[in-house]
């Protein structure tokens, strides 16, 4: 420190040296230690002269909360100064682009664009609830001591299983605050809009909450269900309640809700408000009362066309229990391949799936919907008849109707289901029989769509069944005097001759009836005459009543299921024959693709439940941003009863050009805008707050491990390494522990280092010792040795 005197006194250090040696009378024989203490000092000069010779940590006091408080604001009033434009406009915005967001560059008369989603939301829950009220008040919450209590009364797995199951992902993969780096664009409306107005205080201060409480009014125990009794149904269906109420305050959270389904949707949305921010979590203060718009929010896969792996549906669930959907309607079978492994038939698989292994077991099966109903989802099977066949017939080839051209069969050409086949509806109504008891749900889908009608009008089989079909139809009064089976086997090739022999037999000597016989004698041939001199009229009328003919033997076959099975059976059917003039049974719910929502009318008058899927098909794709098309549609267009009349929706994601690989990334996060549609009110959102929204959806499905597609374009989303698939409930003990061991680690780490925020910087009251410092130390000490050994030599001397 004497040189660093000398210094500062503006004596070089050389000169002082020799002036000291000199006084002391040193001899030669000390130049060694001389020289080495040069070295030493110089060095000690240069570590002074950088003004890092500290040897010891800084002490400063930590700041109160009134500087806090003062710091924050300055930082608010330095942004605010920055993102003013002095008066000359904003040359920097947010500009809705096609389909997409992004920033808008303005000067003269020319525009430049940058792409670019909007900054996602932070603790917004999706879909939107019914009823959502939110304020600034923060909590915290411990992973290690939080926990979800539930009445030890209540017995049932699926709250049991829903508990372990949020546990896990409430605090595994929470959204994080963060900051976005467009937040640094200087004078515009872009830093603004990026900028979060954090209160770094409310999250110094905030209260802990320790536990989440929940209440339901009904359960049914597994153990002991019965599905004969209806009001104790341990599977979803179409009436079930899903409404919760959801509070969080000061006393903790409260789930309440009428049934099981209600608490698995209630315990979703909490799990989507939890955040985390400097390694904790926290929520806000929240009134939620939800319900859903519509009983019936679906999707459907098609795992005909490209066989989609177990594990990817799987996938699909865990994404529709995040967006509150309900029902999985599984396309099964196609002209492609029949996937479904049946043990009443079970060569439709073996001949007619992809390959032996590309199908589905009653394990398989068993598994999805066990999956499926712990999340509250139902689970539709749908065996598309009599179209969309041709995999059927691989194995059973006379199931399919034989196609002609110019009346000679073309070998190998087959179409829909053959009517005229009395063993196919046998088939069928055991194939049923077997799926019905199978699949665990009430409804089944029957397909019904883009039925190749003109095979069965080339097939002449089919045509002779028509025309009997035919006659009947427009004979009908007369025919209930004669008998239903008088004209059965006429055909339009028969001469008046043949008819009348075939008339004799049945003719009676009574005069009267011979009179009645006569006259419908005459009017079968006018009618047999007009046909020969119209085919556009057999070509008009044969596919309506041969359609109908099968729609009406099958459901005769469902029916005698229905009664033996103590749930029923409702069926559902695409719009096809309706739309072909077929007369359908009001009872059967029709599934409408190609008429958009203000067209249904007709359909709902004539008594049918309509599911909705129109302007839903998420497989019809192409570049950009696609949700918002999805979102503006409207299911509802014709005031219809809501849950009585529209039962609701699907989104479908057909799989011609869709691989299993694709699936995940095709279906969300545009489903999501579907969800949305389906649950929330119908009340009109603007599209910048929803794709705010859509984003952290989006992020909040990768972090739980879905390999979700983009949402608004150029975005980005903090995740986790880990994938949600190699998670299991074995490994709930080793992350409770590993829970305990980092919040162990983080408070030290917290008394140790200061905390550093955007706006307060914090400074630790414990040693800090740097690098540098040690250093510095070190050659201090040095120092101080070489000057106390030159001492000893000197006195040695003397």
């Known amino acids: 420190m004497y040189v660093c005197v000398s210094v500062l006194c503006n004596q070089k250090p050389r000169d002082h040296i020799k002036r000291f040696l000199k006084r002391r009378g040193r001899r030669s024989t000390q130049r060694v230690s001389r020289t080495m203490m040069s070295v030493v000092l110089r060095l000690s000069v240069m570590w002074c002269l950088l003004d890092i010779c500290q040897s010891g940590p800084v002490f400063r006091p930590v700041p109160d909360q009134g500087f806090i408080l003062k710091a924050l604001a300055e930082v608010r009033q330095r942004r605010a100064a920055m993102i ?25 008369s020319t525009r430049s664009h940058i792409k670019r989603a909007l900054r996602s939301t932070q603790g917004e829950p999706w879909p939107k609830p019914q009823v959502y009220k939110t304020r600034e008040t923060i909590f915290t919450l411990n992973p290690t001591h939080f926990k979800i209590n539930v009445d030890q009364n209540i017995k049932s797995d699926v709250i049991s ?116 921010y400097r390694d904790q979590f926290y929520i806000k203060e929240t009134i939620i009362e939800d319900f859903p718009r519509f009983p019936h929010r679906g999707v459907l896969i098609d795992s005909s066309r490209h066989y989609i792996q177990k594990e990817v549906i799987l996938d699909v669930l865990e994404g529709m229990a995040m967006n ?146 035919f006659i009947k139809d427009n ?17 339009t090739n028969m001469t008046d001759n043949e008819i009348s022999n075939m008339l004799q037999d049945k003719i009676i000597s ?22 020969q001199k119209s085919p556009s009229m057999m070509k008009e009328n044969l596919p309506t009543y041969i359609w109908e003919y099968f729609n009406n033997r099958l459901k005769e076959k469902l029916d005698a299921i229905a009664r033996d099975r103590n749930l029923g059976l409702d069926v559902i059917m695409w719009q096809d024959g309706m739309k072909q003039g077929v007369n359908i049974p009001k009872d059967t719910i029709i599934q409408v693709w190609t008429s958009k929502s203000h067209e249904i009318g007709p359909i709902l008058r004539k008594g049918h439940r309509i599911i909705f899927s129109t302007c839903w098909y998420l497989d019809s794709f192409r570049r950009g941003v696609h949700w918002q098309n999805f979102y503006n549609c409207e299911p509802n267009e014709v005031d219809a009863e809501e849950g009585t009349q529209i039962l609701g929706g699907e989104a479908c994601l057909w799989s011609e050009y869709i691989s299993s690989e694709m699936v995940s990334s095709m279906l969300w996060p545009r489903g ?127």
């Open 84 to 108: 003013s434009d002095d008066g000359n406009g904003e040359y920097i915005k947010w500009k809705q682009l096609d389909g997409s967001f992004g920033v808008e560059f303005a000067w003269g």
């Open 161 to 276: 299983e829903a508990i372990n199951r949020y546990n896990r992902t409430v605090f595994e993969n929470a959204i994080q605050i963060t900051e976005e780096n467009f937040r640094n664009a200087p004078k515009s409306e872009v830093n603004k809009e990026m900028q979060y107005e954090r209160d770094e205080l409310g999250f110094i201060n905030a209260d802990r909450i320790r536990a989440l409480t929940i209440q339901v009014n009904f359960t049914c125990d597994v153990t002991k269900s019965n599905r004969t009794n209806v009001s104790c149904d341990i599977y979803p269906s179409l009436t079930s309640d899903e409404s919760y109420t959801l509070i969080v305050n000061s006393t903790g959270i409260f789930l309440s809700a009428q049934e099981v389904w209600g608490v698995v949707h209630g315990l979703e949305t909490f799990s989507q408000l939890v955040l985390q």
């Open 324 to 469: 509150k959907m309900n029902v999985l309607h599984w396309h099964l079978t196609d002209e492609q391949s029949f996937s479904y492994k049946s043990d009443a038939f079970p060569d439709f698989s073996q001949k007619g799936a992809y390959h032996p292994n590309m199908v589905y077991t009653r394990d398989d099966i068993n598994d999805v919907i066990a999956h499926a109903r712990l999340r509250g989802i139902r689970v539709i099977p749908e065996f598309d008849v009599p179209g969309h066949t041709y995999s059927w017939g691989l194995s059973y080839p006379k199931m399919l109707t034989q196609c002609y051209f110019n009346n000679i069969p073309v070998p190998g050409f087959l179409g829909p289901l053959d009517p005229t086949n009395e063993h196919v509806f046998k088939i069928l109504s055991k194939l049923f029989e077997e799926v019905t008891s199978v699949f665990k749900d009430r409804f089944v889908h029957l397909g019904g769509d883009e039925v190749n009608t003109e095979c069965w009008a080339s097939n002449p089989k089919v045509v002779e069944l028509f025309q009997a079909l």
């Open 475 to 491: 004979l009908r009064t007369q025919l209930s005097q004669s008998g239903p089976n008088l004209f059965t086997n006429i055909t």
């Open 510 to 531: 009574n005069d009267n009836q011979h009179e009645v016989d006569y006259r419908i004698l005459k009017e079968v041939r006018s009618i047999i005459r007009k046909m």
């Open 672 to 798: 999501s805008a579907v969800a949305e549609k389906l649950w929330s009110s119908r009340k009109p959102r603007a599209l910048l707050d929803v794709s705010r929204r859509l984003s952290e959806h989006r992020c909040r499905m990768l972090r739980r491990g879905l390999d979700v597609g983009y949402a608004n374009g150029p975005e980005y989303c903090v995740r986790k390494k880990t994938s949600r698939t190699v998670q299991s409930t074995q490994h709930t003990d080793k992350l409770t522990l590993n829970l305990a061991k980092d919040e162990i680690e983080y408070l030290i780490e917290k008394l140790r280092q200061p905390r550093i925020s955007s706006n307060v910087s914090y400074v630790s009251a414990v040693a800090d010792y740097t690098s540098i410092h040690l250093t510095s130390l070190f050659l201090s000490i040095i120092g101080v040795l070489a000057l106390t050994l030159m001492m000893v030599c000197r006195k040695q001397r003397r």
